[in-house]
DNA sequence: TATTGTTATACTCTATAACTATA
DNA sequence: TATAGTTATAGAGTATAACAATA
């Protein structure tokens, strides 16, 4: 621990960082900020409130749109304590929208699936979740597609985002 | 809150949203994207484990860089409990990072400030936050600076980001 | 013996209520 | 009487330790 603060100490006194990197730092801190300060935390509490689910427990149910889970996958996705997760699924199940079922071959595990209701939770949960900062609409709409693509480009080298969760590509209207 | 749920269950629906909105509701799924499941919670919570700060403490950090702030200026900025609040800056004053200081014309109410120790921790935690994920590498340098100038200008359109916070132009090496 | 998951428990983070001091 | 901040306390959210069942 100490040493992870002496390394950020050696860095953060002098300043000849690679040019390259200095631009892709920039742009993350940006991305940062904007998460931090701007509506964004918020907007994320009022959703889990809405929803009555923590932030945990609605990342797992993002997770768990791509098909059921075993636990212990869902553990080292997202490196929580076993019994933390235990009581995350049991609120998914006392919500209704997820519920334990013996794993096929292995009697010890389970896998945790999504039940209707909680696709039906998981589409609005997105819904409220994608609305922008009113900030993005400072970029003209080429801008804004620009910034999709770069972005989307990205999302795809991180093999660890789930697929609900991954922006799409904007098809234009066809009429 | 039940109606926040229905407005939302009414557009998850139908899915005829304009265009326009379309692409900036992607670009923002993808920023949600990389902050909720990449490297960056583990991150964030690793910098304030290696300070011994709560995510709150190290906003509060971030704004303290602008000058002392009044904490009723504090509380409007961060719409947390007014108890909570006096906890955090219990937090910072025992890390030796910041200073209630007596406010100069109310005698009701303090100012926090930051001292020496603080503007050295804090130049570290912005140093280890900064480090982009791998993905941001995907990128060529000329798309990583389209991206920085694209999401400057979102950033520069939210008023309530601390300066600390923004992502600062690549100066090019004078070399 | 190793692995999956749970129970019981404790610790950290955040909010609510009642209070003190100043305006 | 209203406002700035604190104390005492309670409630979520998350982790640690000991355990039961299966492999």
Redesign the pocket.
């Known amino acids: 621990m100490a040493a992870a603060r002496d390394a950020a100490a050696r860095e953060a006194t002098d300043g000849d960082v690679p040019d390259g990197e200095a631009t892709a730092r920039e742009a993350w801190r940006a991305i940062l900020a904007l998460m931090f300060s701007g509506e964004a935390p918020g907007r994320i509490h009022a959703v ?1 409130q809405a929803f009555d689910l ?3 427990a609605m990342k797992i149910l993002l997770v768990l749109s791509g098909g059921p889970r ?3 996958e869902l ?1 080292e996705t997202f490196r ?11 609120l998914l199940e006392r919500r209704g929208v997820a519920r ?1 079922e013996p ?1 096929p071959t ?6 945790v699936a999504m039940t209707e209701e909680g696709r039906r939770v998981l589409a609005q949960v997105q819904e409220m979740l994608s609305v922008p900062p009113a900030s993005v609409q400072t970029l003209s709409p080429d801008e804004q597609k620009q910034l999709l693509r770069l972005l989307m480009r990205v999302v795809d080298a991180e093999p660890t985002i789930p697929a609900a969760m991954r922006p799409r590509p904007v098809i234009p209207p066809s009429d």
Chains 1, 2 share one sequence.
Not at 106 to 111: E, L, N, S
């Open positions: 889990c923590t932030p945990a075993p636990m212990r553990l929580h304590d076993p019994s933390y997760l235990t009581s995350i699924v049991d334990r794993h292995d009697r010890r595990a389970k896998r």
